[in-house]
T-cell receptor, first 111, second 110 residues
């Protein structure tokens, strides 16, 4: 089954404790992206990647890091999480310029 | 600054009615305008999309109307059904960057 998977689905952490949210797709897509979804703000793009070792900032990259060492994986790293990063995070993938397929989301709470 | 402005924030429609959601943008570099549907606890899923060289696209009960000169586009859901109750997001892309509207929560009353 073609899909985008994210782990963990739910995460509670404390301020300053580094965390990684994993994202993997099995569709051989070149393009992958991370979004955060907040009430009243919709989805905002954090980072995107056009291929292995090629990443770029989206609209709200501050406080986040990404890497793309393999085509199928695109982890999101929060080096020092803060409460304002409490949000619902989505990973998405697509062939370049085509439909994005979204993962199921990761709900993060930073205390 | 919101690149894509979406309205209304919420919408209640009777079963069988027409649901209309509107979006507006300013950046003329946008070249792809998708609409996504999101059910609670799920990720957004593509519903229908249009490119700016087309003024209308219809897929089943869903239609996008696109007005390039006004920089506006809208989603029309004909014969709305309770199963259409979800949050709808418009979006616009320029190159590899995607910008989403703030979402419309649609409730279709039986």
């Amino acid at each position: 089954e073609a899909q985008v998977t994210q782990n963990p689905r739910y995460l509670i952490t404390v301020t300053g404790k580094k965390l990684t949210v994993t994202c993997s797709q099995n569709m051989n897509h070149e393009y992958m992206s991370w979004y955060r979804q907040d009430p009243g703000l919709g989805l905002r793009q954090i980072y995107y990647s056009m291929n292995v070792e090629v990443t770029d900032k989206g609209d709200v990259p501050e406080g986040y890091k990404v890497s793309r060492k393999e085509k199928r994986n695109f982890p999101l790293i929060l080096e020092s999480p803060s409460p304002n990063q409490t949000s619902l995070y989505f990973c998405a993938s697509s062939l370049r310029g085509q439909t994005q397929y979204f993962g199921p989301g990761t709900r993060l709470l930073v205390l | 600054q919101q690149q894509v402005k979406q309205s209304p924030q919420s919408l209640i429609v009777q079963k069988g009615g027409i649901s209309i959601i509107n979006c507006a943008y300013e950046n003329t570099a946008f070249d792809y305008f998708p609409w996504y549907q999101q059910f609670p606890g799920k990720g957004p899923a593509l519903l229908i999309a249009i490119r700016p060289d087309v003024s209308e696209k219809k897929e089943g009960r869903f239609t996008i109307s696109f007005n390039k000169s006004a920089k506006q586009f809208s989603l029309h859901i004909m014969d709305s059904q309770p199963g259409d109750s979800a949050t709808y997001f418009c979006a616009a892309t320029a190159g590899n960057q995607f910008y989403f509207g703030t979402g419309t929560s649609l409730t279709v009353i039986p």
